[in-house]
């Protein structure tokens, strides 16, 4: 393994695609990244992505090699990421977990967050009060109850591939439909699929960059990541129609809804400035400066043999499945 410009594999997919390394940019330390399994024994870290969990088993751990669990999905949906005789084979975590080793937030960096408050509040123009937009049916959460329950209550209007009541209208452009179809609406249903610390996603950002309340319901630390008074916790109500009168309240009472982008007038507050800085730099140039620190400690050339982690069983099928395919990248 040359330390001089430690390799870095990407040994598993990314979902169902191949990691991009074109994407990743250019880092201030010497680092080599590849997806070619076949370098296997040369690289000083393997990068395995938790969610793809079938294709881990089939790797041999060689000695003084760095494996790192990488994943942003909520550890309520891959208790993996939370089980020690699983995590035990890892040296370095990459997560959305703020105690990881290399933290990837969904967190907008801090020029998103400028041009957001430099946006016009678009015209509330739709008759709901609320939008909703939900593609996956994973729903540890509660939002499969929640938002039937709201409906109940308030006009919600239902977008995305999951039990839609309304679709986009005219060219859908991605993102940018997305935000100016939430910009219509007075609020917006930020329903995470799952409730775990640090698991704040797009779900909360998408309504503050278009200019509407989001309705959060996720993480407990959710206020962490976002301005003071900038969105609406659904679980300081009691039930979903003491939620729902408090939103027509602020339909009905402009000052009290023009509140909420206060936020845009003022400086962010210091801790979310401070949680931007550390996650300021891309996360895999990160993951590389932590490489390269962590072989600087080392003492001695490393010893022993390689050997599969999980046991020869899982390691034989594990290879039968990417002997016949099923791991091809698409």
């Not at 041999?60 to 949906?77: D, F, T």
């Not at 996720?218 to 939103?247: K, M």
């Amino acid at each position: 393994m040359p330390l001089n410009r430690p390799l870095i594999l990407f040994w598993t997919r990314y979902f169902r695609k191949a990691v991009d390394l074109g994407a990743i940019p250019r880092c201030d330390v010497p680092v080599e990244w590849t997806t070619d399994r076949r370098r296997l024994a040369e690289a000083a870290a393997v990068v395995f992505h938790v969610p793809n969990l079938k294709e881990i088993a089939d790797a041999r751990k060689y000695p003084g090699q760095l494996w790192v669990a990488w994943s942003m999905e909520s550890i309520e949906n891959y208790p993996a990421l939370v089980d020690p005789a699983f995590m035990r084979h890892f040296d370095i975590t990459m997560t959305y977990e703020a105690g990881s080793d290399v933290w990837i937030p969904y967190l907008p960096e801090a020029g998103w967050w400028e041009a957001a408050r430099g946006l016009a509040i678009p015209r509330k123009t739709e008759t709901a009060l609320a939008v909703h937009f939900q593609s996956s049916r994973i729903n540890k959460s509660g939002r499969g109850i929640f938002v039937p329950e709201l409906s109940r209550h308030i006009g919600v209007d239902r977008y995305g591939k999951f039990d839609p009541n309304r679709h986009i209208d005219g060219p859908d452009l991605g993102t940018q439909t997305k935000l100016e179809t939430i910009g219509r609406y007075r609020f917006c249903l930020a329903l995470e699929n799952s409730i775990a610390p640090d698991y704040v996603t797009e779900k909360m950002f998408d309504p503050l960059a278009a200019g509407t309340v989001p309705v959060y319901l996720g993480a407990p630390n959710a206020a962490d990541f976002v301005p003071e008074h900038s969105y609406i916790d659904a679980t300081s109500f009691g039930t979903p129609s003491e939620l729902a009168a408090y939103l027509r309240h602020l339909a009905e009472t402009p000052r009290d809804y023009e509140r909420y982008f206060a936020w845009r007038s003022k400086p962010l507050p210091k801790a979310l400035v401070d949680r931007l800085q550390r996650a300021a730099s891309p996360p895999r140039c990160r993951l590389a400066e932590l490489v390269n620190q962590r072989l600087a400690t080392r003492t001695g050339p490393p010893s022993g043999r390689p050997y599969p982690p999980f046991g020869r069983a899982a390691f034989l099928s594990a290879r039968a499945l990417r002997w016949r395919g099923k791991f091809r990248a698409r």
